[in-house]
């Protein structure tokens, strides 16, 4: 033909990737054709007599014989571009017996060739010329969503299509579809919904069969199996009780895998078959469902295989079951599947059997009626002929049907009796002690059984299948032994099935891990469905399958590929072995082994490895890995040969798979596909070496793999199963091999991944991005390096030594096996190095990587990326290889370090992780000042120091280890000085040489402990010099001398062998520190610290301290600041008992100014106290709250005593000056009931008068004489009683009477607090200290903060933020002081009082507390008003007094600052101090006070106590006032202005609103100085005395404005006319506590403005306030 040409001719013109070529047959005469194509081809499909090749660039070839085409219908075509699909991209392709499919980039479907059965997706025709496009959508979602397809697979009369999101689609006729429908074709194509949810990977048509690849879910693996049949509903596994004994069966067979039931009814199935009409005729049930009659004693009970359907056959009393029936429904036997022991005559009476077997499964899923009897009498079927003759015996009719049935058993027959049927009726009666008895223990051993014995079977190669069917056979008579008497069991299997097992390990991995995403999964299932006469399903019957089945047999093969022929199927696992069944007629299964209905391994030659298989009608194609790794093909099934251009078919047929000679001519094939009954190939050439690199590559990896299975399944497994394993290695070595078994599984997965993952690089990119091991390197280097680290730790602990004699046991004393997989030719090696260098091959593998990517870096231009690619990952891989051949020699140094160590200090020292680096054995180090007989041995591992001596030894862990070397200079010794946190001693070496090796060691040691001891690949101890750790690190270490710290643990930041930083310090009886430490104490205070150059300040540190209280089993808790271990400073403590402390602390205790909370509300004694403390005691002022009592003290105290001067005031109005001793009220005080009751005199306690003393009534009636009793419960008088209204002396000594003399006097109150402060400014008291030193610790105190900010952002608000930056800048306060300066001051203390973290702010937060601590709740007290007024006074003057040590240039009190000379500015209010501060004498200038600069800082946060206070003082006059101010605004405006006297000139005649001017009438109210009005309201909502004194200028200034321009002409104010006016605005103005807001100004106003405009603007208003209330209507 012109088209092709023989491939032994090289032709250079035709590319070197996607070579084509085709034969058929597999003579050596045979030579293949070169398929000529002017593209590369990248995938081909072969139908029975045509083929579609897919080429770069998207674009469909056809070649061969194609009838739908015009023209085209028997001749072979050369290839002929299709040209509907230009344009389209095609990435994939399949063909079909007689039709072709496509599948574009965009996930669209097209179709062509036959289509008489619906398969290509069109309805209306029979044959589809072009490709078409076939419309899959989902009809579930609305609208119908397209699904995107991404493989294709074509049969004779159906397709499969497989959507990106893993869901398999059908379309077509026949069962093979696995749709749920009797209707076909089915030319719309519809979702498989039998495997919707599953992940499938892979779909392969054969002609009226499907196959589909699914990947396990991790919920399938761990799932415990069902005891019920998903389908039918029927039990599992049934235990029938008999008289003497119990039958046991698990032969329950769902013959369709789907509820036909349902099916048949839904679609109109022929009535059901009749059921038998005599007791010999056999028929399939489980024993609960058996009529009555026909119930028979039962001796013997052979179980059946998952899978494979057992039939009970009676006769006589006797019971047999058939294991296995290769049928189908239309009666045809499976060729060479019955053996010469047949019971029955011929092969009829098989055919009839089979049919009735089938058809009775089906009976028995259709739903039964309930209330029918099921009778032995029910009408005989006509068409069953009585062929079947009656047993002779019962031994020799069920021996005879076992061995005729034994051929068709599976693989799973050998181990299912005693792993699931037994097993379970053992754990069952013997529970495993701590487990519950039931199916999950039993499932679970069984699987182990189970795995044990495929891995096992799966480990022997193909050569010695005879082997395994030896085994199965013996497995049947096996069975056939057991007696079915539970009594008679074997009481070893009974004792050994109620033993607890040992921990396995699993070692096949679970899916889930981070490869998994990125490489294939080998945790597949095959599932297959469609006709099965030929065996083809797999299941081990010739029955069809409607829907989707799974392989059980196939589940634990990692299948990672499956190819489909016309009748036959393949599955190709990731260990490159081949499983086969269905049709034999050739020899296509690559054996002759029978029944072909189970899947069994293909014959192939030792050390062959199938990495690529492919089907065709009648034969099979594989692509392997021989000695070389070039791949190379072999073929089995029936031999072809053209003569004269047509197609001739031999009689021959092959055995087994053969090789093809002319393969090696071929180049590197890359992929295979079979059809009909050609073969074809796509090859490359080997350019620059690329190619056979890649195949070398994935060659490798496949043997690697091959070997790590081997190990697996043939040394790691029987090892592990071993009963004496953990008694011969003991509990330590049991768990490290458990733990470098599952490594080692682990690794071998990986293998395995990256193995079937370069078959699918090879078939398919070929480009360098694909490799994944170079992608995803860390995945693959993780994985080595915890491989290694396991094997390691094994060593070490003589893990290979204990090994040994488990291994001597099991594999003989002589190894052969263990030496073949280890490579080892010397049989002198001992067992535990056999094993070792077993263990450590798959480190040297590494080495193949390195080699081999570096190989495919040379094909690259040193330029191009992928050879930088290439080049990096080669330099990873040998890193890691050398590396880790370095920790697998420092395991073998330790190792053999332990062995000579003295025994008792081994058990204790040797640790798996433990790896030595350098001892002093030889006398090369020694202690300094050791005794003449003493012996040192000094031994340096990777995490301690070990110092032994005779039989002691202390370790010292490295990560808190320090060392120096001491000069030789001074002390002429090599000496070097090791630091641990409890002990300082000097070593001594030999010579300077050996003192720098151990100085080196140590510190390299050291570095690696502390950066968590992970060594990088690539750099090793001798090449890279390492810096020495630093002075400070992150540890933890446990104290054991230290009699304060003994036994505690330490985390945290270390400084020279002292925790310096913060850390966390536990206690073993629970106590906690956590915070700052310095030099090895608890130390959080912020402290000045003196040094030569000057003073410095530490930053200020917090601790939290917990101790438990076992009584309470609560914790106090502390929070706060330390210092040298100790409390100290500011701090929260949380006792267990409830009490909560918040404030100063020294020395552990109590300290300066503090609040204590004790108790709760519901509590027996709740009290707050808050004030000064001295040495855990209260003493000074301070203020305490009892809650309960309703009372509140405020006064001195003197160890926790009421002592001195003190005020008491009760919830009930009762109010106590005067003098305390002892916590009583004893001594000269006042007392003051609600009603204005008043005692003055002698007190003995609390309450309790004695003595003289002068009693007022509120009357002013009052006794004077002596007095003796409690308050409030009668009063014994001995004296005088006076009217003192008869005499005017005695009103004045009333009058005289003022309270506050026998209090604290306002400056004693709170010193504590205000001392605390100077403190912080660095001052020893009040004004003792220097300026810039003040500064300096505000500085400190704020940047601290900020760098907190920075840390935890969340701490501090952005807003605060800006005002600790704008703090940062310290105003001017050196040289005079001017108004800009003054204004700077004043705005800085205004934020500086705004942020606790500034001194000034902590002081004001602090008074404000207090202030509200004393003056709110009970504290609410109209006598405490004068007290309250003046103790804000003396926070005035304490606080200047500040203010002026940190600006010393300030005026002192009533200091003036001149005024700039420069023109006022007019029109523009002046500030509010500005406002109050206008100086009277010609020259402006500013007078400095107090209340002027610190009162609106101050007064707006005490305000609401305060005016509580002034409100309650003056009830009586604001009642008055009130009830005035509500009768007068009654009255229309000209009718109050009459009444007011307002001098009519003054009366506004019209008013604006909005805007519009409206007459002033009589009845018109609130519209007169409205604006005035207003503005005066506004004096409600100001705080400080200079605000509200600018409201009412302002109001003045409204008023003037107004009369203006009514008069419209100059005038000036006389109060007389004034005065009237601004009666009537403050009426208008109704505002309701106007007298407090009145005595509030006077008590607290500037001094410096009451003579002043301002002042007169005040007394007009006060002068208002008591003219309103004495105001008469008349």
């Not at 039998?194 to 499938?200: D, F, I, K, N, P």
């Not at 700052?1076 to 200020?1100: C, H, I």
Request: with cysteine; glycine share 8%.
């Amino acid at each position: 033909m012109d088209h092709q040409e023989n491939s032994s001719r090289e032709d250079e013109g035709s590319g070197e990737r996607g070579l084509l070529h085709t034969w058929k047959g597999y003579s050596c005469g045979i030579a293949p054709q070169r398929v000529l194509l002017s593209k590369v081809v990248l995938q081909a499909a072969l139908g029975t007599r045509h083929g579609v090749l897919l080429a770069e660039g998207g674009e469909v070839y056809s070649f061969g014989e194609l009838p739908w085409k015009v023209g085209r219908a028997n001749e072979e075509a050369a290839p002929v571009l299709e040209q509907a699909l230009c344009g389209r991209h095609v990435v994939a392709v399949a063909a079909g017996s007689f039709h072709s499919g496509a599948v574009s980039e965009e996930g669209s479907v097209y179709m062509w060739g036959e289509n008489s059965s619906g398969q290509c997706g069109v309805a209306g025709r029979s044959l589809v010329p072009e490709p078409t496009a076939v419309s899959i959508s989902d009809p579930e979602t609305s609208p119908p969503q397209l699904i995107r397809i991404t493989e294709l697979a074509c049969g004779e009369q159906h397709s499969l299509a497989l959507s990106a999101h893993r869901e398999v689609w059908a379309w077509g006729s026949g069962c093979q579809l696995g749709l749920v429908t009797s209707v076909f074709p089915v030319s719309r194509p519809q979702k498989v919904e039998h495997l919707a949810g599953r992940h499938v990977l892979q779909v392969a048509c054969g002609a009226f069969h499907s196959l589909a690849l699914v990947q396990q879910t991790l919920a399938q693996k761990a799932r415990p199996p069902p005891d019920k049949c998903n389908h039918c509903h029927q039990l599992l596994i049934t235990m029938t009780d008999k008289e003497d004994h119990v039958i046991i069966s698990d032969s329950h067979y769902c013959p369709l895998g789907v509820e036909l039931a349902d099916g048949e009814t839904r679609h109109g199935s022929p009535a059901a078959p009749k059921l038998r009409k005599s007791p010999s005729e056999p028929f399939l049930s489980s024993p609960p469902i058996l009529p009555k009659a026909t119930q028979r004693s039962v001796h013997q009970d052979i179980q059946s295989v998952e899978g494979v359907p057992a039939v009970k056959v009676e006769q006589d009393g006797e019971c047999f079951k058939e294991e296995n029936s290769d049928a189908d429904t239309d009666g045809k036997a499976a060729p060479n599947t019955w053996g010469k022991n047949s019971p029955y005559p011929n092969e009829q009476a098989v055919k009839e059997y089979l049919k009735r077997l089938s058809d009775y499964s089906l009976a028995e899923q259709a739903p039964k009626v309930p209330g029918v009897q099921v009778s032995q009498e029910l009408p005989a079927d006509p068409v069953v002929p009585e062929e079947v003759p009656p047993a002779t015996t019962a031994s020799s009719t069920l021996n005879s049907l076992v061995v005729s049935c034994a051929s068709a058993v599976g693989e799973r027959v050998a181990s299912t009796y005693e792993a699931l049927s037994l097993k379970k009726v053992m754990s069952y009666y013997y529970p495993s002690p701590g487990a519950s008895p039931g199916p999950p223990e039993g499932a679970k051993e069984t699987r182990e059984e189970q795995v044990r014995h495929e891995e096992s079977m799966q480990g022997k190669k193909s050569s010695s299948l005879g082997d395994i069917r030896e085994e199965e056979a013996e497995g049947l008579s096996r069975r056939l032994s057991l007696p079915g008497l539970l009594s008679q069991v074997s009481p070893r299997l009974l004792r050994k099935a109620s033993q607890p097992r040992v921990r396995t390990v699993a070692l096949t991995p679970t899916s889930g891990t981070e490869a998994d995403g990125r490489l294939p999964s080998l945790h597949t299932e095959v599932w297959s469905w469609g006709r099965g006469k030929e065996g083809q399903l797999g299941h081990g019957d010739i029955l069809p399958r409607l829907q989707p089945l799974c392989i059980k047999s196939l589940s634990n093969k990692e299948v990672i590929r499956v190819a489909v022929g016309a009748h036959h199927s393949l599955a190709l696992t990731a260990q490159s072995q081949v499983f086969s069944w269905g049709s034999n007629t050739s020899g296509q299964l690559g054996h002759m082994e029978s029944p072909t209905t189970v899947p069994r391994l293909a014959k192939m030659s030792e050390g062959i490895r199938v990495w690529d298989v492919s089907a065709g009608q009648q034969h099979t194609l594989l692509l392997a890995d021989g000695d070389c790794y070039q791949p190379i093909l072999y073929y089995s099934g029936k031999q072809v040969k053209e003569q004269d251009g047509s197609p001739q078919t031999e009689g021959g047929y092959t055995q087994q798979p053969v090789l093809l000679p002319f393969c090696m001519n071929m180049g590197y094939v890359s992929s295979v596909f079979a059809g009909g009954q050609s073969c074809l190939a796509l090859s490359d050439k080997n350019v620059m070496g690329f190619i056979a690199s890649l195949h070398e590559l994935a060659s490798a990896e496949r043997k690697f793999y091959c070997k790590l299975s081997n190990v697996k399944s043939q040394i790691l497994r029987p090892l592990l199963g071993m009963e004496t394993l953990c008694t011969a290695l003991g509990t330590a070595c049991s768990l490290l091999l458990q733990t470098m078994a599952s490594c080692f599984s682990k690794l071998c997965y990986l293998t395995g991944q990256h193995s079937a993952s370069l078959n699918t690089f090879i078939r398919r990119s070929k480009e360098v991005k694909g490799l994944v091991m170079l992608e995803h390197a860390g995945i693959f280097l993780d994985t080595y390096k915890e491989y290694c680290n396991s094997v390691g730790n094994f060593l070490v602990m003589g893990g290979f030594q204990a090994l040994a004699k488990p291994s001597l046991d099991f594999f003989g004393k002589s190894p052969e096996l263990l030496q073949r997989l280890s490579e080892t030719n010397d049989e002198s090696v001992p067992l535990s190095d056999l094993l070792l260098t077993l263990f450590y091959l798959p480190i040297r593998h590494l080495h193949e990587y390195g080699r081999v990517l570096l190989k495919l870096a040379t094909c690259f231009e040193v330029t191009a990326s992928d050879y930088q690619k290439l080049q990096d990952g080669s330099s990873k891989y040998e890193a890691l290889a050398i590396h880790l051949k370095r920790k697998m020699k420092e395991a073998e140094y330790t190792f053999h370090f332990w062995k000579t160590f003295p025994g008792k200090m081994t058990d204790s020292l040797r640790k798996p992780s433990r790896r030595l680096v350098c001892e002093s054995s030889n006398k090369a180090l020694t202690l300094q000042n050791a005794g003449r007989f003493s012996v040192n041995w000094f031994i340096l591992f990777n995490d301690a120091l070990v110092h032994a001596q005779f039989s002691t030894h202390h370790v010292f862990p490295l990560s808190t280890l320090w060392v120096e070397p001491i000069s030789e200079e001074q002390s002429g010794l090599f000496g070097l000085k090791i630091t641990s946190p409890e002990e300082t001693f000097t070593l001594l070496a030999s010579s300077p040489l050996e003192k720098a090796k151990w100085f080196r060691a140590i510190n390299q040691a050291v570095e690696l402990a502390l950066s968590g001891a992970v060594d990088t690949p690539g750099t090793s101890s001798a090449s890279v010099q390492r810096p020495d750790p630093p002075m400070s690190r992150t540890a933890k270490y446990t104290f054991y001398k230290d009699s304060r710290l003994r036994e505690a643990t330490y985390e945290g930041r270390w400084m020279a062998g002292k925790p310096n930083g913060r850390g966390i310090l536990k206690w073993p009886d629970g106590r906690m520190y956590t915070g700052t430490f310095k030099n090895g104490l608890e130390d959080g205070l912020r402290s000045v610290v003196a040094n030569a150059s000057g003073w410095f300040l530490k930053e200020p540190r917090f601790g939290e301290y917990i101790v438990p209280n076992k009584t309470l089993n609560k914790n106090d808790h502390y929070i706060g600041h330390w210092k040298e271990g100790k409390m100290h400073g500011y701090g929260t403590y949380r006792y267990a008992t409830g009490e909560l402390y918040e404030g100063s602390f020294q020395d552990n205790m109590r300290h300066g100014h503090g609040m204590l909370r004790s108790g709760k509300l519901t509590s027996s004694s709740p009290s707050v106290f808050i004030g000064q403390w001295v040495q855990d005691k209260k003493t000074g002022y301070g203020v305490f709250d009892d809650i309960t009592r309703g009372e509140k003290y405020m006064g001195m105290w003197q160890d926790d005593l009421r002592q001195g001067h003190g005020v008491i005031v009760t919830q009930f109005g009762l109010y106590y000056e005067g003098a305390f001793s002892n916590n009583k009220m004893m001594g000269t005080g006042i007392l003051l009931s609600e009603d204005d009751t008043t005692y003055e005199g002698e007190f003995l306690d609390d309450w309790t008068l004695n003595g003289k003393g002068t009693l007022t009534m509120p009357n002013a009636d009052y006794f004077e004489g002596t007095f003796n009793g409690e308050w409030g419960t009668g009063l014994k008088v001995a004296g005088t009683y006076f009217k003192p209204n008869l005499y005017d002396t005695d009103k004045e000594k009333v009058k005289s009477l003022k309270l506050g003399i026998l209090a604290v006097p306002p400056e004693e109150k709170w010193k504590a607090v205000f001392e605390e402060c100077w403190s912080q400014l660095g001052c020893e008291g009040p004004g003792h200290g220097e300026n810039w030193r003040a500064w300096e610790n505000i500085a400190v105190a704020l940047t601290t903060s900020r760098r907190q900010h920075r840390d935890s952002p969340e701490i501090i608000s952005r807003s605060h933020n800006k005002t600790l930056e704008s703090l940062e800048v310290i105003p001017q306060h050196i040289g005079p002081v001017t108004m800009e300066k003054y204004e700077n001051i004043r705005r800085y203390l205004i934020k500086a009082c705004d942020t606790p973290l500034h001194p000034l702010g902590r002081l004001l937060e602090t008074l404000v507390a207090v202030y509200r601590m004393t003056y709110v709740g009970v504290g609410a007290n109209r006598r405490l008003l004068q007290q309250a007024v003046n103790e804000i006074k003396s926070y005035l003057r304490r606080i200047f007094q500040l203010v002026r040590f940190l600006f010393p240039d300030l005026p002192e009190e009533g200091g003036v600052i001149p005024e700039p000379s420069a023109e006022p500015q007019d029109g523009k209010v002046q500030s509010e101090e500005g406002a109050q501060n206008k100086a009277e004498s010609p020259q402006p200038a500013r007078v400095v006070s107090s209340c002027g600069l610190l009162l609106p800082v101050l007064l707006p946060r005490l305000y609401p106590p305060l005016f509580t206070l002034y409100a309650l003082e003056n009830e009586r006059e604001e009642d008055m006032y009130w009830e005035c101010v509500l009768r007068l605004n009654k009255q229309p405006d000209v009718a109050l202005l009459n009444f007011l006297g307002v001098q009519q000139k003054f009366w506004p005649v019209s008013i604006s609103v909005l805007g519009e001017k409206k007459q002033v009438l009589p009845s018109t109210k609130d519209a007169c100085f409205a604006s005035a009005v207003e503005c005066l309201q506004q004096i409600s909502t100001t705080f400080t005395p200079s605000d509200k004194l600018h409201v009412i200028q302002l109001t003045f200034e409204e008023i003037t404005q107004e009369v203006l321009a009514l008069l419209k002409e100059d005038f000036l104010w006389s109060m007389d006319d004034l005065f009237p006016v601004f009666l009537y605005v403050v009426l208008r103005a109704r505002i309701r506590n106007l007298g407090s807001e009145v005595h509030l100004m006077e008590d607290l106003m500037d001094p410096c403005v009451q003579h002043g405009e301002q002042g007169i603007m005040f007394t007009t208003l006060k002068a208002c306030y008591y003219q309103i209330q004495h105001e008469k209507i008349t």
